[in-house]
């Protein structure tokens, strides 16, 4: 299955795992750069960027394959060095970055000059196409079904990968509500070039997460997320539990962000992953969860989705127009 994304990062398959907060750590991305797909390290999971250097020399241990870091800028309690974090990258000698959230144009000034390729993560055409303009490599679309932020349009997977598709020019990845090869060939026909999968990855035996939130996610369907900051104009789509339940409704009922402050930190959803009480705090999931119902090693979960890509492609599509 070859792609321009397949053929624009060196890659055997056209799956990629972005950054997620607490999980894109070294173990995971080494397991998905030896399956053959892209895998990203979290550069804000490290809580330094020195730690992140060392994360990414670790990774190198364990894969000799490519890998990228995702760099993310969203709102923060207490923002990180965002430029230190971006030097470490430059200077660990990484050539795949992952950029989310604010207007890359930062970025791509200090990264492509140091033969860094960028891949932007997108919620609208909109923005994908103004990432384009400044230049990026490649972009991600991410649909509403996807955890983390989908952004405020809430334009389903299923419209935006087309529309997208119908006007961005460059290497184009589908995220959002993928977790198995249906996703990944539904995405190529919508005219991505490939998929990128977070909860999907999340569950597999070299997550880095607790086993009981692997069995969590297992065990919830599609309908276990709370989309929450709806009323501070950041939405974001987090697993469902009583954590995530009350911060919707105390916005719901005119609270602002100090009133969720507490149950919305960070370290009380780095908790959850550490020790698998899936009520501690806020944690991410998708609506893929629903699509989820095992727990394989990375390297079984690649291979299952792309034989079962071939076969659907050459053989139930292929036998539909014959």
Known sequence: MRTRFTELFEIDHPLM??????????????????????????????????????????????????????????PSITPPPYAEYRQAIVESGVKIVETAGANPAEHLAHLQPAGVKVIHKATSVRHALKAES????????????????????????????????????????ASGGIADARGLVAALALGADGANMGTRFMCTVESPIHQRIKQQIV???????????????????????????????RLADGGAFADVRELV???????????????????WAGQSQGLIDDIPTVAALVARIVGESEKLIAGRLAAIVS
Request: proline residues 5%; charged residues 20%.
């Open 134 to 173: 400044l230049g990026v490599d490649a972009v991600s679309i991410d649909g509403f079904e996807c955890a983390g932020h989908p952004g405020e349009d809430d334009v389903p997977g299923l419209i935006l990968i087309a529309a997208a598709a119908s006007r961005v020019r460059i290497p184009m990845i």
């Open 17 to 74: 795992q972005g950054g997620m907060q607490w999980v894109g750590r070294a173990e995971l991305v080494a397991a998905v750069a030896n399956a053959g797909a892209l895998g990203c390290i979290t550069a804000l999971t490290q809580p330094t960027p020195e730690a992140l250097a060392a994360e990414i020399a670790h990774c190198r241990e364990l894969t000799d394959r490519p890998f990228g870091v995702n760099l993310t800028i969203l």
């Open 219 to 249: 065990a919830n369907d599609e309908r276990a997320t709370n989309l929450i900051f709806r009323s501070l104009g950041n939405t974001a789509r987090v697993a469902r539990n009583g954590v995530s339940d009350e911060v919707v409704q």
């Open 265 to 283: 930190a960070g370290r009380r959803g780095a908790k959850v992953y550490e020790t698998g009480d899936p009520e501690h705090g806020i944690w």
